[in-house]
């Protein structure tokens, strides 16, 4: 396994990737959200990569415009679809022995994918996706509901009640809202949906528990549509040792769902 950095071109503009080259036919496509660039929070992308690319699937990641290494102006990541394409077609291009690509986004990356109907790729892994309109949105009332609901199942937040340890205005403030009506469904939810709805292949939707992204996602999105899988103990980056373990074996198995097709057909 070799790591290596390169360029491409992507509407006159020049991003900025890292191949982990690796021999499978299957390769997995990265996509960093926010403005992190493709290194992830605290090399979280990079570490990722390495261990996917040990175990044989060649990875890609990339900064999008206007965003680490990259040229350009950053459009924000609902405008991303060109990005998307562009790095799909280099990831071709360097590493032509590759003839299905899953990509992974978490995020609004994820949501990027979603609303880019699955940017050509074969498969889908897509964590925590965005559904608020603004980063000044909080987490909707069926999903405070489920984080309450969690909260009096445990013991130790129980007795933090009973002892005094937890603040009645707040409390009271979170039960106000929890008690609220569902609200219509967001603008990007219904975009999200739409694009998601054009991509036939697999989407697993791999979500951490103590993430309200996470949460407020679970409680707008059907659950028949695609494959759900939770990660217990997991905050939003999965960034604790178990879910860092737990997402590496998600991504693999859908890596190896692929290949498993290939050698079918």
Same mark, same amino acid.
Not at 18 to 26: H, K
Not at 73 to 96: C, I
Not at 194 to 199: K, L, S, V, Y
Not at 212 to 225: D, E, H, I, L
């Given at each position: 396994?070799?790591?290596?950095? @390169?360029? @491409? ?12 080259? +690796? ?28 261990? /996917? ?18 040229? %350009? ?8 679809? /060109?990005? =998307? ?9 360097? &590493? !032509? ?34 559904? @608020?309109?603004?980063? &000044?949105?909080?987490?909707? +009332? ?36 929890? +008690?609220?009506?569902? !609200?219509?469904?967001?603008? *990007?939810?219904?975009?999200? &949906? ?7 292949? !697999?989407?697993?939707?791999? *979500? ?43 991504? =693999?198995?859908?890596?190896?769902? &692929? ?5 079918? %057909?």
């Amino acid at each position: 396994m070799s790591r290596r950095h @390169f360029s @491409f071109d992507c509407a006159g503009e020049t991003l900025v990737a890292t191949l982990d080259e +690796a021999p499978g036919r299957v390769g997995l496509l990265l996509v960093s959200g926010g403005t992190v660039p493709r290194a992830g929070a605290f090399g979280g992308q990079a570490l990722l990569a390495a261990k /996917v690319a040990e175990a044989g699937w060649p990875v890609l990641r990339f900064d999008r415009c206007g965003v680490g290494d990259s040229s %350009g102006t950053d459009t924000g990541f609902a405008n991303s679809a /060109v990005d =998307l394409a562009a790095a799909l077609a280099a990831f071709r291009q360097v &590493q !032509p022995q590759v003839v299905r690509v899953v990509a992974f986004g978490n995020c609004d990356a994820a949501s990027a994918l979603m609303l880019a109907g699955g940017a050509q790729c074969d498969a889908l892994a897509l964590g925590n996706p965005w559904t @608020f309109e603004s980063a &000044q949105d909080g987490p909707d +009332a069926g999903s405070i509901r489920r984080r309450y609901a969690a909260k009096l199942r445990n013991p130790h937040e129980l007795w933090r009640l009973l002892t005094g340890g937890v603040s009645l205005g707040k409390l009271a403030r979170g039960l106000r809202k929890a +008690a609220a009506p569902a !609200p219509a469904p967001s603008g *990007l939810l219904a975009q999200m &949906q739409a694009g998601a709805a054009t991509f036939a292949g !697999p989407r697993r939707f791999v *979500l951490a528990a103590n993430d309200r992204t996470a949460q407020a996602f679970m409680v707008a999105w059907p659950q028949s549509v695609g494959q759900w899988h939770v990660c217990d103990g997991a905050g939003h980056g999965f960034a604790e040792d178990h879910a860092r373990h737990w997402l590496l074996g998600q991504l =693999l198995a859908l890596l190896d769902e &692929q290949a498993c097709q290939l050698d079918v %057909g």
